[in-house]
């Protein structure tokens, strides 16, 4: 996004100040997107001077919390959103937003909602952390369950992005690997797989979505989309995709 064409990242260098020799010892991706972040918030003027002219700017503002979405005068639409202001108590990931007492209202005309989820337990027999909302692990490999592994936010909650949850699959992918290499995991006996899963499913009158299921879903969103001048136009009701592969 700093490099995106006929824009202006705009960061408050108050948030940055310091914070050079905090990042050394924290993951390696992590610290290269906050060094990233540092050298453009602290930058000298005129060092982006094709970006300072962009006609459209973005920013980011650390230690809100969203409270309100506030309407127009008529209710059709949102204006903005009350934030409250934080600060932050403890340190490291156990480092928790404490409200401050002040707020702040941003105008805005769009409000996205991307928080995250808080992940259930799969099954009485998995082990599951209910307070922070993970299953406990090493590296993936879950506490007290040898040879069962996870990945993604039931590993390590709901945090970072994309890239965040590929390389936390790689790390599990790495502790299978050198499970299997270490003779940790018992191989000598062939399971089935897939075919007694699918046996069970029909068992209990469930059709899964084939693959194939998924590309009629797909066209269908994409035709919309075309509809409508964009990409893709999401369908968002389970139900309307089951219909739609006939199920």
Known sequence: MINLPGTQPVLNPAD?????NAVKDIPRPRKRLTELMIKTALQKPGEMAAQAAAPRQWGLKFQRSPQEV??????????????????LEGSGESAKAIPTGDVEELECGLVLSSIG????PLDPAVPFDSQRGIIPNSMGRVEGAPGLYCSGWVKRGPTG???????DSFDTAQSVLEDLRGGVLD???????FGAVGSILSSRG???VSFSDWEKIDAAEVARGKAAGKPREKIVDPQEMLQLIGH
């Open 206 to 208: 469930v059709r899964p």
């Open 187 to 193: 191989v000598s006996v062939s399971k089935e797989g």
């Open 16 to 20: 940055f100040t310091g914070l050079e």
């Open 117 to 120: 989820y808080r992940s259930l």
């Open 161 to 167: 992005v994309i890239i965040t949850t590929m390389n």
């Open 70 to 87: 506030l309407p127009t005068a008529d209710g059709t639409r949102a204006r903005g959103i009350r934030m409250a202001l934080t600060r």
